[in-house]
């Protein structure tokens, strides 16, 4: 079991920063590739950006491409999702998950095993 937890959202304003925490427990994550998925009111989830916790490779879709920074700090068991200009069109559920998985699966939420409770960002223009 992998146990995640979010923090970090909030109420934000259009050309903030944003910068999400997820923290892992439980079993180790040598195995895993760390995603961000994000789901707007009405809307499917969506990818964002992932990365494979031991090789580091980013895995990144082309709607956000750039924008969004995925980084991990191993020591402390954390991936960070950070974004230095919000949009209005940002807000939504963060999720952060994880998956055995990589490649263009790392895309998909239905590779995902484990899911945090995931934390609301609310983009004001």
Known sequence: QVQLVESGGGLMQAGDS??????????????????????????EREFVVGIGWSSGKIYSVDSVKGRFTISRDMAKNTVYLQQPSLRPEDTAV????????????????????????????????
Request: with cysteine.
């Open 94 to 125: 963060y999720y952060c998950a994880a998956g055995v998985v990589t490649g263009v699966g790392a895309g998909y939420a239905s590779r995902y095993d484990y899911w945090g409770q995931g934390t609301q960002v609310t983009v004001s223009s």
């Open 18 to 43: 944003l910068r999400l925490s997820c923290a892992a427990s439980g079993r180790t994550l040598s195995n895993y590739t760390m995603g961000w998925f994000r789901q707007a009111p009405g809307k």
